[in-house]
């Protein structure tokens, strides 16, 4: 008994069933079998069905986490696809946006180049065109800086216009640039004619109602002066043509211990963003020079000339 404990084969007691080999060849050729027979006559297919059904709730279930994942996945790629586009429009907003201020801003420039062209046609004075760059450094002036200078004939006093009215004088010269004190400037006076009345006077820069004003000085506290009226230039100064807009009265103050009336003027030119302006020559730069006094005669001491 002992020796059959120690062999290779085991105990009568466990042995249970055919060998391994054995199990090897039947199961192999059960399954030989059954292939064939599905093969040949879809045998196993009532079976695969069955499995297929009581299988699908397993697999949905498994398939369930890919399904979110993929789904997460679209919607983040749609919302990168959504606002890549958003990004588009709006930028392509933007150049139009861009495009419709630039054809207003153009539109508005053609439109004062040809009331400066109409302007231009009916003044009798020789003028040239020129456009503002900048205003001046100064800040307690009213001054601009335009892109005409000596070279190209500006004289000193020349006055400029833009298409509704006198916007300044010319007041340094440069080779390249010229400096144009605004009308509403403190240190700046023109003649002017009231044309519903034809009474002349003089209107200065004043900055003391608002930043863009003038005054008309020394008219009588009972001057035919009105709110509303118009004022041109009168020419009686040999610089500036006769009946170039000026102004419009906007207040007139009255007192009876005053003298003159306080009347307050706005101007009509466009003083705070005028761009293209025409540079007339001085009516009085061509006239001959006033001849001199005739000298005064001597009297002796015997009271005769001499």
Not at 19 to 44: G, K, Q, T
Not at 58 to 85: C, H, K, T, Y
Request: charge should be positive; proline fraction near 7%.
């Amino acid at each position: 008994m002992a020796r059959a404990t120690l062999g290779r084969e085991p105990p009568a007691f466990f042995r249970q069933g055919p060998s391994a080999l054995s199990r090897l060849i039947v199961f192999s050729s059960l399954a030989l079998l059954a292939m064939v027979a599905d093969v040949r006559w879809h045998m196993v297919q009532p079976l695969r069905a069955a499995l297929s059904v009581v299988l699908y709730p397993v697999q949905w279930l498994a398939m369930r986490p890919l399904i979110v994942v993929d789904a997460v996945r679209s919607s983040l790629d749609g919302f990168s696809r959504n606002e890549a586009d958003f990004q588009k429009l709006r930028q392509q907003l933007s150049v139009q946006a861009q495009r419709a201020n630039l054809a207003e801003q153009l539109l508005l420039e053609n439109r004062r180049l040809r009331d400066l062209i109409a302007l231009q046609q009916r003044l009798e004075s020789p003028s040239h065109a020129a456009q503002v760059l900048y205003d001046a450094a100064d800040p307690y002036s009213r001054k601009v800086v335009m892109d005409k200078g000596e070279v190209q004939g500006m004289r000193l006093g020349a006055p400029v216009v833009d298409e509704f009215g006198v916007l300044g004088q010319v007041t340094r010269v440069f080779p390249l640039v010229s400096e144009v004190t605004l009308i509403t400037d403190r240190g700046h006076a023109i003649p002017v004619q009231n044309t519903r009345t034809g009474a002349r006077g003089v209107a200065y820069g004043d900055t003391s109602s608002h930043a863009d004003a003038l005054e008309l000085r020394f008219m009588a506290a009972n001057a035919d002066v009105a709110v509303g009226d118009l004022l041109t230039t009168s020419g009686v100064d040999g610089v500036y043509p006769p009946g170039l807009p000026v102004a419009r009265i906007e207040k007139v103050e009255r007192r009876t211990d005053a003298v003159f009336a306080r009347i307050y003027c706005v101007p009509l030119a466009l003083v705070s963003g005028a761009s293209q302006v025409l540079v007339i020559d001085p009516v009085g730069a061509d006239n001959p020079a006033r001849p001199a006094p005739a000298p005064e005669a001597k009297v002796g001491k015997s009271g005769g000339r001499r």
